[in-house]
């Protein structure tokens, strides 16, 4: 199975609300990140 990856960085809830429909349009998987930087950052380590 081929897959692809790809991070999309937005600004408001307008811009998320396309971005989210283009995603489910394609099929793609949508995962959470943090806003907090300390959060985000042990995300990563994990």
């Not at 307008?14 to 985000?40: H, M």
Request: proline residues 2%; glycine residues 4%.
């Amino acid at each position: 199975i081929q897959k692809n990856v790809f991070v999309v960085f937005y600004s408001g809830e307008r811009a998320k609300s396309k971005i989210v429909k283009i995603c489910e349009a394609f099929g793609a998987n949508l995962y959470q990140f943090p806003e907090e930087w300390n959060r985000q950052r042990w995300m990563i380590e994990e």
